[in-house]
């Protein structure tokens, strides 16, 4: 099977660009992660993808004079790699339209909610106040609005009374590591 090259955008640990790569061994999986970037030098997931013999790269949004600057520096840092697919996971600045235009309905965002649910942040204390019975993860196209692409596929855990937005995040973040890959295969076996 031929894989696509994909890259993956992080900000912190990167658990999710873990769950991407260790699908990505499986040789029937129909993708490969080819380079991991990240707006934050100090990622966790940059070490990761290092040891995984996976290109990082990293640009500081502060050494460009606007958004619009720095997107045109990681459109040239991606050009090399004809990228089918970008993976938000785990990253934390908003795209712009330049980016988004560059790579039209090929950009990917996973948020630990059941969409259009709870956009943004604190999303599973916001779930617990509302005093919702079951949260979950969606998987999205990413376009000019937080949070509000079109969904690619979701799934849901159960709250219990005991959860806390700890309990609820881990449930919700171990949901999101199957949801991920199953998304990727989904959208690249077309």
Do not use: W
Not at 40 to 53: I, T
């Amino acid at each position: 099977m031929i894989k696509k090259p994909i890259g993956v955008f992080i900000s912190g640990r990167g658990s999710n660009l873990e769950s991407i790569i260790n699908a990505c061994k499986d040789e029937n999986f129909p993708a490969k992660v080819v380079c991991v970037f990240s707006d934050n030098a100090n990622a966790e997931g940059l070490q990761f993808a290092s040891k995984n013999n996976i290109d990082t790269h990293t640009l500081d949004l502060n050494n460009f004079e606007d958004k619009g600057h720095y997107e045109e520096g990681i459109l040239k840092l991606l050009k090399p790699y004809n990228i089918e697919l970008i993976c938000l996971a785990g990253y934390m600045k908003i795209i712009t339209d330049k980016l988004i235009n560059s790579f039209p309905n090929r950009i990917i965002n996973i948020h630990p909610s059941l969409l259009p649910k709870f956009k943004g942040l604190n999303t599973h204390q916001r779930a617990l106040d509302a005093q919702e019975v079951e949260s979950g993860c969606s998987v999205h196209y990413v376009n000019s609005k937080v949070d509000d692409g079109k969904i690619i596929m979701q799934t849901s855990v159960a709250i219990e009374k005991t959860d806390n937005a700890d309990t609820l995040s881990k449930k919700v973040l171990k949901a999101e590591h199957e949801l991920y890959p199953a998304s990727i295969i989904k959208l690249l076996r077309k």
